[in-house]
């Protein structure tokens, strides 16, 4: 579909690093919105080196920069300050991810800015938030993941814990950043309010959902231990080996996905026994219950399985590598890829945007593109002549 995307109008100003901060970015410019990523000249975003290489380019990058306008600024030098105060005339929010104090050290607090754009919203994303004892500690997700509460409850009895094997601190923040600023401008916009500063911290965006831990442990005093795969209200939930080696995920959350599985597995007469006829049941039990089923699962292979599950209408599903992911018929139908053509590496593939919208739906225009590329138009848009941005080029201001 070619029709108008929902955020055409709407400018964001990025001055953002790595993953939590750009993930706003990268969500906005999905469905349209004028993205101007401000770089440090040189190197720019750490997520241009971060992880595996595609050919020169981090596949980080390649994802997390798409559909952006990159722009060297040296923040510290006046033109380039200057630059940055004319291009906040006319955005509609700033989204920055400095350690909290080194926007008020480069004169540019969201005061300041908001005395140049008084309905420009500041999205401010950090480690530990803007104020408290350790605001301006240094911090990444995974430190915030070990803050949260996270890691103490995942991973196994008796084992240490265990730290999430991608940026899941930063996608979620960035994720409470992308409402927000969304919610902000609709305030700013529809109740005739004006621009304000958010404070997102990584640590408060994943403890938020972590579920009702915080509620019950000042009630009951509840402290969860690590359970492996488990939860401790509800049985079976767990990731079971087949016959020919791999996995299969089972969940019974719901009494009644509970029930259809263990009629599977073993007919009216498992359900009827007293161990696991009823939800309160199959929790006390779940060890019991749970080498149940890893034994029926054990006994067939992964294609048996998947096929008696999904015949029976019972919550189970095969656990993917992301090879499988890719020949599995659901993606396909689903288009959960995107192919973008690139200048320099030809065709990538990325993950489609998220959510599926009927009437405008995202669309990717290019990947995370070369550092500085847009500099020289944006500057030009901005009414400097070609003489003048060849001049602060040479002083070093971009």
Do not use: C
């Not at 997390?64 to 060297?72: A, D, H, M």
């Amino acid at each position: 579909m070619d029709g108008p995307l929902p955020l055409a109008n709407l400018r964001i100003l990025e001055l953002a690093n790595v993953v939590a901060g750009p993930s706003v970015g990268k969500h906005l410019s999905d469905f349209g919105a004028e993205v101007i990523k401000i770089e440090r000249p040189g190197d720019g975003d750490t997520a241009r080196a971060m992880g595996e290489l595609i050919g020169t380019r981090s596949a980080w990058w390649l994802l997390i920069g798409r559909n952006k306008r990159s722009v060297t600024l040296d923040l510290k030098h006046p033109k380039g300050r200057e630059v940055l105060l004319r291009l906040v005339e006319e955005a509609d929010a700033v989204v920055e991810s400095f350690r909290p104090g080194v926007l008020e050290r480069l004169d540019l607090a969201p005061e300041t800015l908001r005395a140049v754009n008084p309905q420009l919203i500041v999205v401010r994303v950090s480690a530990f938030g803007q104020h408290g004892p350790y605001s301006h500690r240094p911090g990444f997700g995974t430190l915030a993941e070990a803050f949260s509460g996270l890691a103490e409850i995942s991973g196994y009895p008796g084992q240490p814990p265990l730290l999430a094997p991608f940026a899941l601190a930063d996608e979620v923040a960035g994720l409470f950043a992308t409402w927000s600023l969304l919610a902000a401008l609709y305030y700013r916009d529809a109740r005739e309010g004006v621009g304000q500063t958010i404070d997102i911290s990584l640590f408060e965006s994943v403890f938020s959902i972590l579920g009702p831990l915080a509620t019950l442990y000042k009630a009951n005093g509840s402290v969860p231990g690590r359970n492996g795969s488990r939860l401790a209200f509800s049985s079976p939930r767990n990731v079971y080996r087949s016959r020919d080696g791999e996995y299969f995920a089972v969940s019974g959350t719901a009494p009644s996905a509970a029930e259809t599985v263990i009629h599977l597995i073993g007919g009216d007469e498992l359900l009827a026994d007293t161990r696991f006829s009823t939800h309160e049941a199959r929790a006390l039990h779940a060890e019991e219950l749970d080498q149940i089923v890893a034994a029926w699962i054990a006994e067939r292979d992964i294609a048996e399985v998947d096929s008696l599950f999904a015949d029976a209408g019972a919550a189970g599903i095969r656990v993917l590598s992301i090879a499988d992911v890719f020949a599995d018929p659901h993606y396909a139908a689903r288009e959960t890829f995107v192919d973008v053509e690139d200048d320099e590496l030809g065709r990538v593939t990325l993950a489609a945007p998220v959510p599926r919208m009927s009437d405008t739906p995202a669309r990717v225009a290019h990947a995370g593109p070369p550092l500085g590329r847009d500099t020289d138009s944006v500057l030009e848009e901005l009414g400097y002549t070609r003489e003048e941005i060849s001049a602060g080029r040479d002083e070093g201001a971009w």
